[in-house]
DNA sequence: TAGGTTTGTTTCAAACTTGAACCAAGCCCG
DNA sequence: CGGGCTTGGTTCAAGTTTGAAACAAACCTA
């Protein structure tokens, strides 16, 4: 089968994209390590865990939701560990499991440093853009995730695996 | 000043932003990985490189395309450089400037792959997306990456510096 | 035209990411 | 029970990224 070339529109939006992302990371991880001495991922982790119940998650639920690598998060982990930002605890349901748990300290940072972040999302992000372009983009990253979490992922037009994982941390 | 906060619509669009992202960023590099041997970032150095007259730009345009730092440039260079992909000459106009240029191989390289990238970039972007979407995403991403640049990015509601480049790569 | 600043690029060490391999602990079924 | 497969996490080496510092050529400007 003959290639289907991005027509030129698709590629302008392509480039765009690209260019935004790369710029918006950029920036959001230059503040963050100004500001909290840390890049934006390790901000999310602890931003993960004081939204979630008690302050803590396992480490898979924690990879799931920031869209890592479980090796990418056990080093990330180590280090906000060592930081004294958040503590390792083990799963008392699950004796291979382990939990991040966010600590005073972690939680003293991420309340003194959210200004600043929200601020330079606001400024870099939202402050560009209508409500309407609000929703737009939603949708648009909503529809590209789903795709992607699903396998819709692939080119090749086959079966779909199909493989979903479940085990809640604390059942 | 006190914070604005997301609203909850922001957050909402902020965390699928952050997943589509995330997830798309690593499914293109996976693909090029596999396929290419080497992550978007250096297959997008290719190919900025074949869309340049004469297949060659000096290496800040080349930063400046891909809105990557100089030094991480310099890295990459060096990598493609030792797999024969691209080859380093000295500009002939500015003694201190430096100019990558494509090779044949590299070239091929990028002809032999490419049809794999777009497929991976159709499946993973395009095909989930209406018309429509296609062009809220390239005025989104535009706005985006054009507040970012001019350094409206910061929060800091102040003067603007308004230091611009010039220097073409060949005067 | 000398001296100071700016611009283009590289270098270096420290931090981070990747992917494959590994180690347990749970799970399953005869 | 007792292997064998799956799941949750970590480890390790190789590769990449970062940011500050170093260099050198080019560009002022008095």
Redesign the pocket.
């Known amino acids: 089968m003959t290639t289907r070339w991005l027509t030129s529109k698709e590629q302008r939006a392509w480039r765009a994209y690209i260019a935004a992302t790369h710029l918006l990371e ?1 920036a959001i ?2 503040q963050l ?1 100004q500001d909290a001495g ?2 934006h ?2 901000y999310s982790i602890l931003a993960n865990l004081s939204d979630a119940p008690e302050h803590r998650l ?4 924690l ?1 799931e939701r920031t869209k ?12 906000l560990e060592k930081d004294g930002l958040l503590r ?1 605890e083990n ?1 008392r349901w ?6 991040a748990a966010l600590t005073e300290e972690g939680m003293a940072t991420l309340e003194r440093t959210a200004p600043g972040h929200v601020a330079t999302v606001r400024a870099s992000l939202f402050d560009q853009l209508t409500e309407e372009q609000v929703d737009q983009l939603e949708e648009i990253c909503t529809g590209i995730a789903r795709a992607l979490e699903s396998d819709d992922a692939r080119p090749a037009p086959d079966e779909v695996p199909w ?1 979903r ?1 479940s ?1 809640p941390s604390c059942p």
Not at 68 to 79: C, D, F, G, Q
């Open positions: 950029d991880d230059r390590q840390m890049p991922l390790y396992r480490m898979t639920d990879a890592i690598t479980r090796s990418r998060l056990t080093y990330a982990v180590t280090r390792r799963c699950d004796k291979r499991g382990s939990v493989r994982r085990s």
